[in-house]
C-alpha cells in the first residue's frame, strides 16, 4: 500500500513526490522510445495516463534542458540532442559496445554482409550497432530496434544459460507469433536456447520474414556468460560454401570480443 502523503513529513513528502515525478520522465521516455518517432504532445497526456498540466510542463522543462526537442509545426516531441551526447559517452566509456562496434563495422566491410551486435533489453533483444552490406539489394536494420526474442538467432544465444522457467517469464504468447502468422511454441523455444549452450553460433532462418536469416554468436564477458552477439543476416539463399566461410568469420569475431572463451 502506498503511504498517505497526509501522514508523512515534510522532507518524505517531497522525495515522494520527486519519485512520481521521476517516474513519469521515465515512463514517458519509454514510451517514446517504443514509439520510435515524434509524438503529438497533445496525445501524451493519454499515452501515459497523467494529467494535461503535468505532461505539458514536463514536457517544457525537458525541452528547455535540451532532453526533448518539440518541432514547432506540429508540436510533435522526441529525444534531444542532449539524449545523443549521452548515448555517444556510453558507447565511449564501455569497452564491449566500442570493441563489438568496431567489429561490426570491419566484419560488414570484409564479408559484404549486414552485420549487427545485439543485446537482450528487458524482455527484448535490441540491436545497439548496426553496419549494412554492400550487396546492391541491401538487407538493412534500424539501431535501436527491439525485436521479440524468438524470432532471432541472438535471442537464443543470449537465454542458452537461463532456466527454463526464467525464459517462459520473458515471453509473451504474442512473442512467439511471427509475422507470417505462425507461432512458435514455448517448449520448442526454450529447448532451442538450451541447444544453443552447445554451439559456438546459432542459424535462424525465416523468422523476421521469409527471404532471411540469421547467424549469431556470443560475446562472453568475465563470468563467461553471453553479454551480448554479432551477428550476420544474409539472404536465406546463399549458397552452402559461402555460409560456411561466413560462419568461420563470424565466430572468429566472436572469439576476439570475448573475455572468456
Known amino acids: 500500500m502506498a503511504p498517505r502523503t497526509d501522514k508523512l513529513p515534510a522532507a518524505e513528502k517531497a522525495q515522494t513526490g520527486r519519485e512520481r515525478g521521476v517516474d513519469r520522465v521515465l515512463k514517458l521516455f519509454a514510451f517514446l522510445n517504443e514509439y520510435g518517432r515524434p509524438v503529438r504532445v497533445a496525445e501524451l497526456p493519454k499515452a501515459l495516463g497523467a494529467p494535461r498540466s503535468t505532461i505539458y510542463e514536463l514536457v517544457r522543462v525537458l525541452t528547455e534542458a535540451g532532453v526533448l526537442e518539440t518541432s514547432l509545426d506540429e508540436n510533435k516531441v522526441f529525444f534531444g540532442k542532449l539524449m545523443y551526447l549521452y548515448g555517444a559517452n556510453y558507447i565511449r566509456e564501455n569497452d564491449l559496445i566500442r570493441r563489438g562496434s568496431a567489429e561490426v563495422d570491419r566484419l560488414a566491410r570484409e564479408t559484404g554482409e549486414t552485420s549487427e551486435l545485439c543485446v537482450l533489453y528487458r524482455n527484448k533483444q535490441a540491436i545497439v550497432h548496426m553496419s549494412?552490406?554492400?550487396?546492391?539489394?541491401?538487407?538493412?536494420?534500424?539501431?535501436?530496434?527491439?525485436?521479440?526474442?524468438?524470432?532471432?538467432?541472438?535471442?537464443?544465444?543470449?537465454?542458452?544459460?537461463?532456466?527454463?522457467?526464467?525464459?517462459?517469464?520473458?515471453?509473451?504468447?504474442?512473442?512467439?507469433?511471427?509475422?507470417?502468422?505462425?507461432?512458435?511454441?514455448?517448449?520448442?523455444?526454450?529447448?532451442?536456447?538450451?541447444?544453443?549452450?552447445?554451439?559456438?553460433?546459432?542459424?535462424?532462418?525465416?523468422?523476421?520474414?521469409?527471404?532471411?536469416?540469421?547467424?549469431?554468436?556470443?560475446?562472453?564477458?568475465?563470468?563467461?556468460?553471453?553479454?551480448?552477439?554479432?551477428?550476420?543476416?544474409?539472404?536465406?539463399?546463399?549458397?552452402?560454401?559461402?555460409?560456411?566461410?561466413?560462419?568461420?568469420?563470424?565466430v572468429a569475431s566472436s572469439k576476439r570480443l570475448s573475455i572468456a572463451r
Do not use: Y
Not at 521469409?210 to 551477428?231: D, K, L, V, Y
Not at 552452402?240 to 568469420?249: D, F, P, Q, T, V
Open 132 to 250: 549494412p552490406g554492400s550487396r546492391p539489394m541491401r538487407i538493412s536494420s534500424e539501431v535501436g530496434a527491439q525485436i521479440s526474442i524468438p524470432w532471432t538467432a541472438s535471442g537464443r544465444v543470449l537465454l542458452a544459460n537461463s532456466s527454463a522457467e526464467e525464459i517462459a517469464a520473458r515471453i509473451t504468447p504474442e512473442d512467439l507469433k511471427l509475422h507470417d502468422g505462425r507461432s512458435i511454441p514455448l517448449d520448442e523455444f526454450i529447448a532451442s536456447c538450451h541447444a544453443a549452450r552447445e554451439h559456438d553460433i546459432v542459424v535462424t532462418k525465416g523468422l523476421i520474414n521469409s527471404f532471411t536469416q540469421c547467424f549469431a554468436s556470443p560475446i562472453i564477458g568475465a563470468s563467461g556468460e553471453p553479454e551480448a552477439t554479432i551477428c550476420l543476416v544474409l539472404p536465406i539463399d546463399i549458397t552452402e560454401e559461402k555460409a560456411n566461410g561466413l560462419r568461420e568469420e563470424l
